[in-house]
C-alpha cells in the first residue's frame, strides 16, 4: 500500500518556526515530485511548496517566499518544509502529494498519493 505520513505540526506564535516532514511507505519518494498543499477552515485548497523528483527543481507560492523552504532528506526519505516567519494567515492543514510524473506543478488534480494532513496553528 503506498501512503504519505506528515509530521510536525503543532501550535506556535506568530513569528516563530515549524518543520514538516513528508514520508513514504510502499514507494521511493526519490522517484515522485512531491508537492506541500495546505487547506484553511472556508477556503480551497492551495499549494504551497513543490519539488521536482531527484529535487532539481521547486517552487512556492507567492504568500511564502523567502519563508518556507523545501527540501529533500535522502538519508532519513523525507521532504521536509521549513517554515519561518510564520504568520496567522499560514494556519491549515497541512498536506503533502506525491505526483509520478515528476514535475514540480501546484495541480492537486495530478497527484497520485495523499497524506492525511498536519495541523498548523500560527497565534498572534
Known amino acids: 500500500q503506498l501512503q504519505l505520513v506528515e509530521s510536525g505540526g503543532g501550535l506556535v506564535q506568530s513569528g516563530g518556526s515549524l518543520r514538516l516532514s513528508c514520508g513514504a511507505s510502499?514507494?521511493?519518494?526519490?522517484?515522485?515530485?512531491i508537492v506541500w498543499f495546505r487547506q484553511a477552515p472556508g477556503k480551497e485548497r492551495e499549494g504551497v511548496s513543490c519539488?521536482?523528483?531527484?529535487?532539481?527543481?521547486?517552487n512556492y507560492a507567492d504568500s511564502v517566499k523567502g519563508r518556507f523552504t523545501i527540501s529533500r532528506d535522502n538519508a532519513e526519505k523525507t521532504v521536509n518544509l521549513q517554515m519561518n516567519s510564520l504568520k496567522p494567515e499560514d494556519t491549515a492543514v497541512y498536506y503533502c502529494?506525491?505526483?509520478?510524473?515528476?514535475?514540480?506543478?501546484?495541480?492537486?488534480?495530478?497527484?497520485?498519493?495523499w497524506g492525511k494532513g498536519t495541523q498548523v496553528t500560527v497565534s498572534s
Open positions: 502529494a506525491a505526483n509520478r510524473f515528476g514535475a514540480c506543478a501546484f495541480r492537486a488534480d495530478v497527484m497520485n498519493i
Open positions: 510502499g514507494f521511493t519518494l526519490d522517484n515522485y515530485a
Open positions: 519539488v521536482s523528483s531527484r529535487g532539481g527543481a521547486t
